[in-house]
T-cell receptor, first 112, second 115 residues
Framework: AQSVTQLGSHVSVSEGALVLLRCNYSSSVPPYLFWYVQYPNQGLQLLLK??????LVKGINGFEAEFKKSETSFHLTKPSAHMSDAAEYFC??????????FGPGTRLSVLP | ETGVTQSPTHLIKTRGQQVTLRCSSQSGHNTVSWYQQALGQGPQFIFQ???????GRGNFPPRFSGLQFPNYSSELNVNALELDDSALYLC??????????????FGQGTRLTVV
């Protein structure tokens, strides 16, 4: 069965600092990978997705993620954090035709 | 193009009662999935409907059931509510026939509290 690990349930960074949110997946076949963001009291919004076209994926709001098959990772980064980035971030995997499997989430706090 | 809409936004029920949650999928999307998100956790897959038939189910008991209607809207029904059913219930829609990396579009969720 697929699983997703997100190291660090809570990450705090200063405004302007690098954001790094970790995601590792467990799958016997290369999955399709997604990052979603959830703001308080809201649903999930897609940040970016890996489509196998390129290992470095750029998403909305300045976020990007790099797919590393050898490390089974899909870490999310942003060069400079903004206060508005404070939210819950979920990594998810999906095999063709199947449902999404979400990680437990990482709560990002941005300190002034 | 309208997004995924869910109703109601908040709901309080008593243990043992039954509840129905509703979802309107995004225009043109005929696949609807439901997820349960407990506080502080990631969403967990409940089931998926495609063309009015359930075509996938997660590890949830039969008291969780659903329907999909010809207009692709959907309902999630939960019978004999338990305190642990308190969660945010998310509906997601996606189009048929898209590439494997097609994302799902989520509604804002229904916050269910069981007391």
């Amino acid at each position: 069965a697929q699983s997703v690990t997100q190291l660090g349930s809570h990450v705090s960074v200063s405004e302007g600092a690098l954001v790094l949110l970790r995601c590792n997946y467990s799958s016997s076949v290369p999955p399709y990978l997604f990052w979603y963001v959830q703001y308080p009291n809201q649903g999930l919004q897609l940040l970016l997705k890996y489509t196998s076209a390129a290992t470095l994926v750029k998403g909305i709001n300045g976020f990007e993620a790099e797919f590393k098959k050898s490390e089974t990772s899909f870490h999310l980064t942003k060069p400079s954090a903004h206060m508005s980035d404070a939210a819950e971030y979920f990594c998810a995997v999906r095999l063709f035709g199947q449902n999404f499997v979400f990680g437990p989430g990482t709560r990002l706090s941005v300190l002034p | 193009e309208t997004g995924v809409t869910q109703s109601p936004t908040h709901l309080i029920k008593t243990r043992g009662q039954q509840v129905t949650l509703r979802c309107s999928s995004q225009s043109g999307h005929n696949t609807v999935s439901w997820y349960q998100q407990a506080l502080g956790q990631g969403p967990q897959f409940i089931f998926q409907y495609y063309r009015e038939e359930e075509n996938g189910r997660g590890n949830f008991p039969p008291r969780f059931s659903g329907l999909q209607f010809p207009n692709y809207s959907s309902e999630l029904n939960v019978n004999a509510l338990e305190l642990d059913d308190s969660a945010l219930y998310l509906c997601a829609s996606s189009p048929e026939g898209g590439p494997p990396h097609t994302e799902a579009f989520f509604g804002q969720g229904t916050r269910l509290t069981v007391v």
